[in-house]
């Protein structure tokens, strides 16, 4: 099972100022210093997506959900609308690498 918390690497509201700046949690980072997950582009810290953006969780539960063996719409995979699978895939590779991390 996959739970956000492991993404999140530090507590939004106990750091430091210079901390949340160098982050993004409170504002947006600058160009320079946005950074990019498996292609995908951030401007904020990890915790301000999972906190802020609902849809982040909303994400997170249909991955879940495809663990257990439930697509969203009927027929099989191929038949998965393709932003569906672009999440799916995304947080898979967030995962796999969190794992081979851990080892
Ligand atoms: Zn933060």
Redesign the pocket.
């Known amino acids: 099972m996959f739970h956000g918390s492991s993404l999140s690497k530090?507590d939004?509201n106990s750091?430091s100022e210079d901390l949340?700046r160098q982050?993004g949690?409170e504002a947006d980072l600058a160009e320079d210093d946005c950074y990019e997950v498996l292609g995908y582009r951030f401007s904020r810290?990890q915790?301000?997506y999972l906190m802020r953006v609902p849809w982040v969780w909303e994400a997170i539960e249909i991955w879940n959900w495809k663990e257990k063996g439930f697509l969203p719409y009927e027929g099989s995979w191929l038949k998965q609308p393709n932003l569906y699978i672009e999440i799916i895939e995304f947080i898979d590779k967030i995962v796999s690498q969190a794992k081979s991390k851990a080892k």
């Open positions: 530090h939004c750091a949340k982050k949690c810290c915790n301000y």
